[in-house]
């Protein structure tokens, strides 16, 4: 309650005011997502390097710079990219929400490459 008083203290008004803070600030990155390449591997796929790369969310850390809370990641695939034939690009989007659903997000790649040169039998041919 607020009340505004003259010189000889008389009340000349009396009020009530209530203040909202809101959080609308979003996360903030401060450590972006980083790009990886994996080794392809034909025989087992590469969803173990995937997978690991995704639960730490690409490297990514972002802090709740309002309430200061934990917050709720999100990953999602945007885009996939075959090169050639050897190299296919993931884009994924790491989003961080925090307990106001105030959110931020960046993009990172997760490369899949092959890098191993063939290898000639000499008994098949």
Request: charged share 15%.
């Amino acid at each position: 309650m607020f009340s505004a008083l003259d010189s000889c203290n008389n009340v000349s008004a009396v009020t009530i005011a209530r203040f909202i803070i809101q959080d609308t600030m979003a996360p903030v990155f401060v450590v972006n997502p980083s790009n990886t390449t994996a080794a392809c591997n034909r025989l087992t796929g590469n969803s173990t390097e995937l997978n690991a790369w995704l639960a730490i969310n690409g490297g990514a850390t972002a802090v709740d710079v309002c309430a200061g809370g934990p917050l709720r990641w999100e990953t999602d695939l945007v885009k996939s990219l075959d090169l050639c034939s050897n190299t296919t690009v993931y884009t994924y989007r790491f989003t961080a929400f925090d307990s106001c659903r105030n959110s931020a997000f960046r993009e990172a790649t997760f490369t899949v490459q092959d890098i191993t040169a063939p290898v000639i039998d000499p008994a098949s041919g």
